[in-house]
C-alpha cells in the first residue's frame, strides 16, 4: 500500500512508529561501507594478481575463490551458526514483530509460513 510509517499499537495505543526510511538508509549506508571497504581490498587484490603475474595457476586460484568468498557471500557466511534470527508469521501482529525486533536489538524481521 505504499506505507511509509507503520504505527506500532498496544493494548489500543500507539507506543511507536516504525520508519521505513530509518531502516533503508541504515541498510544504504551499511552497503555503501561494505563497497568501500570491498574496493580497496579489491584494489589490493589486483596489485597482488599484477606482481605475480598470470603464469602461476595456484594464485589465481586463490585470488579467484577469495573474491568469490569476499563478494557473493552466502548466508551461512553473513549469519553465524549461533546467532539466533527473529522470526514473526503472517498473521502476527505488528506489536509482535516490533517486540522482536527490540528484544533481538534489529531492524528487521523474517516472516515465515
Do not use: C
Request: hydrophobic content about 45%.
Amino acid at each position: 500500500g505504499k506505507f511509509r510509517h507503520l504505527p506500532v499499537v498496544e493494548h489500543g495505543t500507539v507506543t511507536a512508529m516504525l520508519d521505513i526510511t530509518k531502516f533503508l538508509w541504515g541498510a544504504i549506508s551499511r552497503m555503501e561501507q561494505a563497497a568501500e571497504h570491498g574496493s580497496a581490498i579489491a584494489a589490493a587484490m589486483e596489485g597482488v594478481e599484477r606482481q605475480w603475474g598470470n603464469e602461476f595457476a595456484g594464485p589465481h586460484a586463490f585470488i579467484e575463490n577469495l573474491r568469490d568468498q569476499m563478494f557473493k557471500p552466502s548466508l551461512s557466511t553473513i549469519i553465524t551458526e549461533n546467532s539466533s534470527v527473529p522470526v514473526v508469521s503472517p498473521f502476527d501482529l505488528v506489536t509482535v514483530a516490533a517486540k522482536k525486533m527490540r528484544e533481538y536489538r534489529v531492524n528487521s524481521v523474517v516472516v515465515m509460513t
